[in-house]
């Protein structure tokens, strides 16, 4: 396909230095936390940084998704998760477990093309969750029905 995003994510300091912005410790380490974590929500990139409250982590998230470097998505009622931006997927949440399993993007391909096609909607993939009941939930509820 052409168009690809290019996966190579822009290094920090170069996108800062960009938007006239410098590298700062700070900057550094919540960008860090959000690739070692995966799926962390501000709370966890908080708790993992020490020194750094949870609304400068707001505020360094909403700085790091408009260079480009992360992305956010909604797992459920909570707060937002992010990820690093190259790490593209989409997001299946099981309500009864609330496992979250990633898919591959390409899984709402058909979706993506009809929602273009009849009302020329552009899907932010990177932003979808799908919710619903994981193979698990849904086979231990047929054993739970059989039962009965
Ligand atoms: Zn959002
Ligand atoms: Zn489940
Ligand atoms: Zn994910």
């Keep these: 396909m052409s168009g690809m995003a290019d996966h190579s994510a822009p290094d920090l300091a170069t996108a800062l230095r960009t938007r006239g912005l410098r590298m700062t410790a700070q900057r550094e380490q919540v960008l860090d936390a959000v690739r070692r974590l995966g799926h962390a929500t501000p709370e966890q990139i908080s708790d993992a940084v020490t020194g750094v409250d949870v609304t400068t982590v707001y505020r360094n998230l909403e700085l790091l998704e408009e260079l480009g470097l992360v992305r ?66 849904v086979a231990a509820e047929q054993t739970a029905d059989s039962g009965r």
């Design 72 to 137: 956010h998505t909604h797992l459920g009622h909570g707060a937002p998760a992010y990820r690093p931006a190259d790490d593209d997927h989409v997001h299946l949440v099981c309500h009864a477990c609330g496992n979250v399993i990633d898919a591959p993007p390409d899984l709402v391909d058909a979706l993506a093309g009809r929602l273009a096609d009849d009302r020329g909607f552009v899907l932010d993939r990177s932003h979808f969750t799908v919710f619903g009941r994981c193979r698990d939930c």
